[in-house]
């Protein structure tokens, strides 16, 4: 097929185009080389594939789309702004890019009257908000945003609305609800929607991708806003100590970038895959102290240094894990890169890059905000 990729020289992006290129595909990618991912003269990634067409363009410019759609069967629709916190602080920047982004997109394709065999949508899990929770007492539940006061005593837990007590994470499938908690996951779900608008009015073959946390090499290490692998590495490679986000109790499902960009093909080119929703993951929960560990074993550091602040970000969900049966029954998807092998490949190539730590920064921003607390370290008497 002729695949258009939007934001194809980003971090999914480039795995991606690589996989589907390798595979037999001709690929042109649509990216404005935003200098937030790729410095101030950004240029296309050195190692794509050479024989990868590279447009630079954005997705809110009908032209740069109607130029970017001509000849397409398939369209792979990553570009977009990514960063949870710093969406809450540049709502604007991000309803267009996001919002405005795709609408362009999907118009110039009607418009151009491309009949797509696929167009995939990289969404996310950020759509769900909370993941899905178990109490032992009063079973599943999806809860709403945790209450701040709770935050700022130190409580990095999830209770159970009726009885207060701890719950469990369970799996979380695409059944579930959608709560955004964010300006950012707001703008996925608008994406979402116009998507299935999209395919029941003008009949085009959609898939919609709910990415979960994704890591690998190739993430920004100059982005301060988004992947917190690269973040941590950042901040670690500076000689400066981490603060985990809530003692580093939130529980995420870490999924190396390989696997999405498996994902991507099998959605891309699976028979079954048109119309679906399928959640891409690990299906392993992890804390996030589980995943600053497993990175330190993989860049030579016995013990991590910790600093205790009881830290947390006004926006940021306790718990989300993939429920992976339905991405396996319908598009064949599995997992398969571990966490230890996937931090392996991150920092072997993180080995070789300028980093910039940037903590700093988007704490002060967020404080301006109200959008940062801190609890305080940890006390005696303190269940979590
Ligand atoms: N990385 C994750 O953990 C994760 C998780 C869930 C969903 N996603 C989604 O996956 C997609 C890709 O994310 P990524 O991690 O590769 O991000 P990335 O920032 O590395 O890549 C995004 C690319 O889009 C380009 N871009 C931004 N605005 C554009 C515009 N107006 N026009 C054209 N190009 C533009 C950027 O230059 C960049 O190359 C995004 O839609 C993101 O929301 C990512
Ligand atoms: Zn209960």
């Known amino acids: 097929m002729n695949i258009l990729v939007t934001g194809g020289a980003g971090f ?4 991606t185009c ?7 595909h001709a690929v042109r990618i649509l990216d404005c080389l935003d200098p937030q991912i790729h410095g101030p003269h950004g240029a296309f990634p050195a190692g794509l594939a050479p024989g990868i067409e590279r447009m630079r363009g954005d997705v809110c410019s009908m032209d740069d789309c109607l130029a970017a759609v001509e000849g397409i069967d398939a369209v792979l629709h990553l570009a977009s702004r990514t960063g949870v916190g710093q969406s809450m602080t540049d709502v604007a920047d991000y309803v267009e890019t996001n919002v405005r982004g795709t609408a362009t997109l999907i118009e110039a394709v009607t418009k151009s009257r491309a009949r797509l065999r696929r167009f995939v949508l990289a969404s996310s899990r950020a759509v769900y908000g909370e993941g899905l929770f178990e109490c032992a007492r009063h079973g599943r539940m999806h809860p ?52 299935q608008w999209a395919v029941s009015t003008f009949d085009i073959p959609t898939v919609i991708l709910r990415y979960f946390n994704v890591y690998g090499s190739g993430q920004s290490l100059q982005n301060p806003y988004t992947g917190v692998v690269s973040i941590f590495y950042s901040r670690l490679k500076a000689g400066r100590s981490l603060s985990l986000y809530e003692r580093g109790l939130p529980l995420r499902d870490f999924v190396h970038v390989q696997d ?66 339905r991405a396996a029954a319908q598009l064949g998807y599995r997992p398969t890169v571990d966490l230890d092998e996937g931090m392996r490949e991150f920092a072997a190539w993180a080995a070789g890059q300028d980093a910039t730590d940037g903590y700093d920064k988007t704490v002060a921003e967020l404080s301006q905000y109200g959008l940062f607390g801190a609890a305080g370290p940890k006390k005696a008497n303190q269940a979590a």
């Open 18 to 24: 690589d996989m589907l290129a390798s595979a037999g």
């Open 260 to 325: 999405v960009a498996r994902a991507n093909l099998l959605a891309l080119e699976g028979k079954d895959a048109a119309g679906g929703c399928f959640n891409i993951g690990s299906g392993q929960p992890r804390t996030i102290a589980d995943i600053a560990q497993a990175l330190g074993r993989q860049i030579g550091m016995e013990t991590v240094p910790f600093e205790d602040r009881g830290e947390f970000r006004v926006g940021d969900v306790f718990a989300c894990v993939a429920d992976l049966e």
């Open 12 to 15: 999914i992006g480039s795995h």
């Open 144 to 195: 709403d945003v945790r209450d701040r006061a709770r935050l700022l005593a130190g409580r990095f837990d999830m209770p159970c609305p009726v009885c207060d007590r701890a719950m469990q994470p369970v799996p979380t499938p695409e059944s579930c609800d959608s709560k955004p908690l964010s300006a950012y996951a707001w703008t996925k779900r608008h994406q979402e929607d116009l998507c």
